[in-house]
């Protein structure tokens, strides 16, 4: 028998149609061959969805694009965890484009082991399974062992980031009361002209406006900011719920196809069923038939015998008579 890892990943590569019966064969080979443990581990093995089989096949063919998952995976948790906004918008638009890689992967490999039409392949599964694996270190051991039995999903991307936090000038540290806004202000007054009692109200005056105005379009400026950031957070919100009804309807549809089939297939087995029955039945009436006319040939046989010995029977009287 061939190693038990091995047959194992010949069962998770092959289509998932052929697994129960593949099972079944190895399991037998493992008792045949007097090995008790790997029968039981192999009887322990799950059916994998058709999704998960997808998933399986990049991780066991293509593994280096599981190991630049991975990669992207800590690349993407770092740059949140350190609020690098740049960086983490970079990295997004990797993941996305990534994943869509991934998913044409798995697209072809299954056309190619199965011959199934793209269009009937649940690529939506399959793309949900390797975006929770950058999402979840967790899901991505899972996806990387090539033995996955359904797909998976990840409620959010990432790790939840720290609150943001507002730059500290070094104006700000030295003066204790600064801010930002003097600034943007553009003082032309030197330190010690700015504390200088004699100054004229009036530039005393413009100067409190220029630093209220600065500090108004600042205010704007965080509003505008903490506006657009909350409408990320409901966007995004919304597109994970989008995202998780999807990927609900999704399972109800690949659930009631599964059903149809199982169903489609009960048919068939009761269709040949019938028909092996009626193959019997119709040998069976042939067979009455065929009895029928030995009984009445027995019949005839069996009234020309009596008449045979009631003809002897009469004329062995008639003869002890005389």
Known sequence: MLAIDVVVRRLYEATPDGFVTARAAAIEDARKAGDRDAAKRLAALKKPTVAAWMVNLV????????????????????????????????LSTQRRVFVSSLVAAARRLAVEESGTAAGKLPLGDVETTFTAALADPEIAVQVRSGRLIRAVSYAGFGEVPRPRLRLVTDTESDSGTGSAADLEAGFEAGPDESATPSASAEPSALSARERAAAEQRRREEEQRRRESERRRRELERELNTARADERRADGRLVRAEDAEREAGHLVEDLDAELAELERRRT????????????????????????????????????????
């Open 59 to 90: 991780a066991l063919r293509r593994p280096e694009l599981i190991e630049e998952l991975v990669e992207l995976s800590t690349a993407l948790r770092a740059a949140q965890r350190e609020l690098r906004g740049d960086e983490l918008r970079e």
């Open 283 to 322: 040998e069976a009436v042939a067979d009455v038939a065929r009895r029928k006319l030995a009984r009445r040939s027995a019949e005839r046989e069996s009234a020309a015998a009596r008449r045979r010995v009631g003809d002897v029977q009469a004329a062995l009287d008639e003869l002890n008579a005389t």
